[in-house]
Nanobody, 121 residues
Framework: QVQLVESGGGLVQAGGSLRLSCAAS????????MGWYRQAPGKQRELVAS???????NYADSVKGRFTISRDNAKNTVYLQMNSLKPEDTAVYYC???????????????WGQGTQVTVSS
């Protein structure tokens, strides 16, 4: 069983910063891509940023230059540093990871429970 546990959400004023963390635990052989998604009320879940095991990153246009994704492979942890936050960044942020539990098993996507980020104007 694999679990993703997020932390670091909260309430912040516009222009402020938050850092999200997501730690994967359990039976893990390999983690491929790790990423952060968000879902605002009444909207579809969208990709915010992702990072491969080799460190290649991808960002949504709306967060480029403001958010930075990073990971610690030894700790199976991914981070999202969010700067210059805007009210439109308000959403529930979800961690996602493509996990291989055994060398004979395929990659499978796992999700965290979500953490609320609220940016006040």
């Amino acid at each position: 069983q694999v679990q993703l546990v997020e932390s670091g959400g909260g309430l912040v004023q516009a222009g402020g910063s938050l850092r999200l963390s997501c730690a994967a635990s359990g039976s893990i052989f390999y983690i491929n891509v790790m990423g952060w998604y968000r879902q605002a009320p009444g909207k579809q879940r969208e990709l915010v940023a992702s990072i491969t095991s080799g460190g290649s990153t991808n960002y949504a246009d709306s967060v480029k230059g403001r958010f930075t994704i990073s990971r610690d492979n030894a700790k199976n942890t991914v981070y999202l540093q969010m700067n210059s936050l805007k009210p439109e960044d308000t959403a529930v942020y979800y961690c996602n990871a493509g996990v291989q539990v055994r060398v004979t098993q395929p990659l499978y996507p796992y999700w965290g429970q979500g953490t609320q980020v609220t940016v006040s104007s």
